[in-house]
């Protein structure tokens, strides 16, 4: 069968039919790990070309076990079965007035966000928005007030935001694979970079009363 376009959704199903952990994934295709967490907390998302054509050998190269293993996942689940949620744990860092956001690849478009990180059964989300915020901007943060949760509108993940205060470190792009650009903007201009409809309403909330 053919993908005519991978999303992460496919993408981890191929993974799971190859039976590979993330780290083992991430080396066979050549890619970070990192990389396939994010697809594993952004299912909808659809990859660029040079990735689409990776995943294409990699399914090419598979072998015909792993291939009917794969149809097989790709069947919708049957009614009364629920999937685990995935969840993601989103930092919004300030320093002074201003905010610290990455710029993603995806869905054929940029745009910019949060940094944000999945969250692996049994880990602490605040840990997880700590972490992948240095891992992916080289900025190290603390959580200063957990802001709230709700199932993200567009993904369907379950996303905790914190709001976070800068410790140390430049913000420089370290996952060049997803990400564009890091950069601070300043609270007052967050919205030319998030259409506020598309913010969490707790994190306007926050960022009012933080100035």
Known sequence: MDIATWT??????????????NEAFAERLGISERTISRWHANPAMVHRTEVQQILDIAYEEAGEAV????ALLLRPPEPSVQAQALRVAIAVV?????????????????????PAGMVKPGAAPETVAVQETHGETG??????????????????????????D?????ATNRDAVENVDVTWVPRAALTRFIPSAQIYPPI????????
């Open 94 to 114: 300030l320093r002074g007035d201003d905010v610290l956001l990455v710029c993603r690849r995806g869905d054929g478009e940029l745009r910019w966000q949060f």
């Open 139 to 164: 900025v190290h943060c603390t959580v200063r007030q957990r802001l709230g949760e709700r199932v993200h509108p567009v993904t369907g993940v379950v996303a905790t935001y914190f709001l976070c």
């Open 8 to 21: 992460g959704r496919t993408a981890c199903l191929l993974q799971q039919a190859m039976r590979l952990t």
């Open 67 to 70: 291939q009917r293993r794969f």
């Open 204 to 211: 306007l909330s926050a960022l009012e009363a933080a100035a």
């Open 166 to 170: 800068h410790l140390a470190g430049e």
